[in-house]
């Protein structure tokens, strides 16, 4: 019963069976194949962004580091939610591929950045000088850190104020698919006609082995990223195996449809906890993610019958009689009987 991470789980059948076809044969290598064309296509459809340029990695740090480094020199301050992954968990790879950009910092009740919290921080440190630095970026996650989702209205508010102060915008959206299955708005509503410049786009976390697909809106900036993904190692040769996953997943709306069933089990798995003495449910399910704190007891109990979650926030031992705040994810591999048993244990 692992409700650790959406990491922790399989690639989905359909997407290993795409990465094995494409296993025949050789085909020019570095993206030059027509597997990586037809899949950069797909998404230029599907974002109806016909001048997109698109670009594949394997990982989502080098998505985010890479894409801020197009919006930021080393000067520049590139303003952050205060639990974005990029400030707590990428070991400073935006700071290094921006060759020296400030993160600051914005607070925000469930992982979101309002548009009163962002013009507040500008305030403060927005101020454009030799000696400030310059504005440069917002990024924003969508799912957030904590589970909830943006708007396109909430977007289109932010990137409004980004833009008053010559800020680009990056969206993070490592968990993407999980915030647009709970929206009934099309890609390109959640991005760049809510005023989104580059977006994350995760795959890894929803099914497929390891590949993360970089969309920036603005092809002028497309041949710079090349460049930098380049000098940064993370030019796949054999990129053929990158733009399957994504093609498989794409298909059919698998991405969605992947999504949806992680949401679901979410919501699954929030309602049974809620109805458990003592626990409160943290923040409300509007992706794959339940934050709850529950009583030691039961925290005591979940480790004994094999349930793995992590504690939120990591700085809690667990070990005392103090109730427990802890974060529950469910993929697109969690199994209702799975959602049932851990309910089932715990009750």
């Not at 076809?21 to 296509?41: F, H, K, L, M, W």
């Not at 205060?82 to 950009?101: I, L, M, R, Y």
């Not at 798995?269 to 458990?276: D, T």
Request: hydrophobic letters at 45%.
């Amino acid at each position: 019963m692992n409700f650790a991470s959406d990491n922790a789980g399989g690639v989905h059948p359909r997407i290993m069976a795409a990465i094995a076809a494409a296993n025949e044969g050789p085909v020019p290598s570095y993206g030059g194949d027509s597997i990586t064309r037809v899949a950069q296509d797909r998404l230029r459809e599907l974002f109806d962004a016909p001048e997109a340029a698109v670009h594949f990695v394997v990982s989502g740090t080098a998505a985010n580091a890479l894409s801020l480094a197009l919006l930021s020199p080393g000067w520049g301050k590139v303003f952050c939610h205060t639990d974005a992954h990029v400030q707590t968990s990428e070991t400073g790879a935006p700071e290094f591929f921006t060759a020296g950009a400030k993160l600051v910092p914005v607070p925000g009740a469930a992982g979101k950045i309002t548009p009163e919290a962002l013009a507040e921080v500008l305030e403060v440190n927005g101020r454009d000088s030799v000696h400030a630095g310059q504005n440069a970026a917002l990024t924003l996650t969508n799912a957030t850190e904590w589970g909830t989702v943006y708007s396109p209205d909430e977007v289109e508010a932010l990137s409004a104020i980004a833009r008053a102060e010559g800020l680009g915008v990056h969206m993070d959206g490592a968990r993407f698919a999980n915030a647009l299955a709970g929206l009934d708005v099309a890609p390109a509503d959640l991005t760049w006609r809510a005023g989104v410049d580059i977006l994350s786009l995760g795959g890894t976390k929803n099914g497929c082995m390891a590949v993360e697909a970089v969309l920036i809106f603005d092809p002028a900036k497309s041949e710079e990223f090349a460049f930098r993904r380049k000098r940064a190692g993370a030019l796949v040769s054999k990129h053929r195996y990158l733009s399957a996953q994504i093609l498989a997943w794409l298909d059919g709306d698998l991405w969605l449809q992947l999504a949806r069933h992680a949401n679901a089990m979410a919501h699954e798995l929030g309602l049974g906890l809620a109805r458990l003495p003592g626990v409160r449910i943290d923040q409300r399910v509007d992706s794959n993610a339940v934050f709850a704190t529950i009583p030691a007891e039961l925290h005591r109990r979940a480790c004994e019958a094999g349930i793995s979650y992590h504690l939120w926030p990591h700085t809690q031992t667990g070990d005392g009689e103090e109730p427990v705040s802890i974060r529950l994810v469910c993929g697109w591999d969690t199994r209702l009987d799975e959602v049932n048993a851990a309910l089932q244990a715990l009750a």
